[in-house]
Antibody, heavy 122, light 113 residues
Framework: QVQLVESGGGVVQPGTSLRLSCAAS????????MHWVRQAPGKGLEWVAV????????YYTDSVKGRFTISRDNSKNTLYLQMNSLRPEDTAVYYC???????????????WGQGTLVTVSS | DIVMTQSPDSLAVSLGERATINCKSS????????????LAWYQQKPGQPPKLLIY???TRESGVPDRFSGSGSGTDFTLTISSLQAEDVAVYYC?????????FGPGTKVDIK
């Protein structure tokens, strides 16, 4: 059974950094593109970033470019999101999600992790 | 960026009745080279992550009840719940995966009347 488990969320002050992790099990992690999607409290879903299966290609939504970095360690079956210069508007539940089609950057997502809450507040 | 819109924002349907959710993309998500529509639907219940229902606009994910169906053209899509059950109360999102950035619709909340 495929399982994605996020960790690393918490309450931080504006301007600080946080690193999220997503541990994958039950899949050949190195075969799939992986995504981060966030959801602000009471709001809809916002795609944040994607990394290709081998880690060479990365894309970001405009609002996080230059501040967030997506990475992966295929030897550890783990996805990361390094978030720097955090802003109050980054407050959200952050989900990791697996791209369904092998070696494709853009597909639909399944499964999703349970999410980790990041709160940016002074 | 492809902008996704959904209508209505919310709807209340009696148990056993049909619920219809519309999704529109600001540009086509139909790839004419393979005739596939790059559109997925998700269901999200409170406190849970989204759950995949439909991909390629009309292909039901394994294990999803057949009362859920998807249809549509290159820019206009519909998710239909043919006979609403109590467990279908949720927010439903459409998503295009035709181009980066991947974008979601704002969601449609479905309740019981």
């Amino acid at each position: 059974q495929v399982q994605l488990v996020e960790s690393g969320g918490g309450v931080v002050q504006p301007g600080t950094s946080l690193r999220l992790s997503c541990a994958a099990s039950g899949i050949t992690f190195s075969s799939y593109g992986m995504h981060w999607v966030r959801q602000a409290p009471g709001k809809g879903l916002e795609w944040v970033a994607v990394i290709s299966y081998e880690g060479r290609k990365k894309y970001y939504t405009d609002s996080v470019k230059g501040r967030f970095t997506i990475s992966r360690d295929n030897s550890k079956n783990t996805l990361y999101l390094q978030m720097n210069s955090l802003r109050p508007e980054d407050t959200a539940v952050y989900y990791c999600a697996q791209g369904v089609e092998e070696q494709q950057m853009i597909t639909w997502f399944d499964p999703w992790g349970q999410g980790t809450l990041v709160t940016v507040s002074s | 960026d492809i902008v996704m819109t959904q209508s209505p924002d919310s709807l209340a349907v009696s148990l056993g009745e049909r619920a219809t959710i519309n999704c529109k993309s600001s540009q086509t998500v139909l790839n004419s080279s393979n005739n596939k529509k790059y559109l997925a639907w998700y269901q999200q219940k409170p406190g849970q992550p989204p759950k995949l229902l439909i991909y390629w606009a009309s292909t039901r994910e394994s294990g999803v009840p057949d009362r859920f169906s998807g249809s549509g053209s290159g820019t206009d899509f519909t998710l239909t719940i043919s006979s609403l059950q109590a467990e279908d109360v949720a927010v439903y999102y459409c998503q295009q995966y035709y181009s980066i950035p991947v974008t979601f619709g704002p969601g449609t909340k479905v309740d019981i009347k």
